[in-house]
């Protein structure tokens, strides 16, 4: 069995191919990714909006049983006020003093107010109790909107997962192969230049002279030095590590008519 090689006792040249192999395989990665789209962003949303309208349904029936408590128990007190009124009012009839008339009045006067503050309580507690089962109906009405959605974007989620799930897993333990082969500092330095960059990309060859993840100009001794591929070299624009297009397998054909004019040299006129 063949011993496996030190990573960090591989040339710079192996070091950038195996860099930049890595980069195409989390790369494909990213892609796969990016072909879920918005939808488990969209599925998350969508689980945080029905638990919050869940919550807010569970408080609105509990606000709503305790309107109807309330109902019950100012309607009783009313009935029980209009017993006690018709009491007061047989026993008015058989009073021996004015006191004890005043006494009843008085009783009968209070029992009265309170029935007029309970119907009102009444009344008040009723609209609130409309409105509160106004929006119990459109709270479930928007949850039931919102399951139905979630249930569409859970299934087309699952579907993409499915589809991609074996290359995906087999890109991840291909990535895992190569990010062996990389020295510890070098693959920590490839993963943050990762998360620093927007589209994902830490190793880049040069495109037209230019760095293939920012676009700037890359100096032309630089570009030499990459190509000799003698030691890491990163942009001084963006960081990202930078290798030249024969190592990343392209090919790069001049185009005709790019090559720099030829000045013409203009012959002097010799004095006659």
Do not use: W
Request: glycine share 4%.
């Amino acid at each position: 069995m063949a011993k496996v090689k030190d990573p960090a006792e591989l040339s710079v040249e192996e070091k950038l191919k195996n860099l930049y192999s890595l980069q195409k395989l989390v790369s494909e990665i990213d892609r796969i990714k990016t072909l879920r789209g918005e939808l488990p962003l969209e599925v998350k949303d969508l689980e945080d909006d029905i638990a919050g309208l869940e919550t807010r349904i569970e408080k609105i029936n509990e606000d709503i049983a305790a309107l109807k408590r309330e109902l019950n128990e100012r309607q009783g007190t009313i009935e029980k006020n209009k017993m006690d009124i018709d009491r007061f009012e047989e026993q008015m009839k058989m009073v021996r003093n004015n006191r004890e008339f005043d006494n009843f009045t008085k009783q009968i006067e209070y029992l009265n107010l309170d029935n007029e503050l309970n119907v009102k309580r009444i009344s008040e507690a009723k609209a609130t109790l409309e409105v509160r089962q106004d929006e119990l109906i459109a709270a479930n009405k928007k949850i039931a909107d919102r399951r139905t959605d979630l249930d569409i974007k859970r299934s087309e989620l699952e579907e993409i997962v499915a589809e991609t799930k074996a290359e995906e897993e087999k890109l991840r333990e291909e990535a895992h192969s190569v990010e062996a082969t990389i020295e510890p500092r070098l693959l920590s330095a490839f993963k943050r230049i990762r998360r620093n960059s927007r589209n994902g990309l830490a190793v880049v060859y040069v495109q037209r002279d230019a760095c293939g993840g920012c676009f700037n100009k890359v100096p032309p001794q630089r570009q030499l030095d990459i190509r000799m591929r003698k030691k890491i070299i990163v942009c001084e624009y963006c960081g990202r590590i930078l290798v030249d297009p024969e190592l990343a397998g392209v090919q790069v054909v001049q185009k005709a008519g790019e090559e720099k004019p030829r000045r013409r040299r203009v012959a002097k006129r010799r004095e006659e």
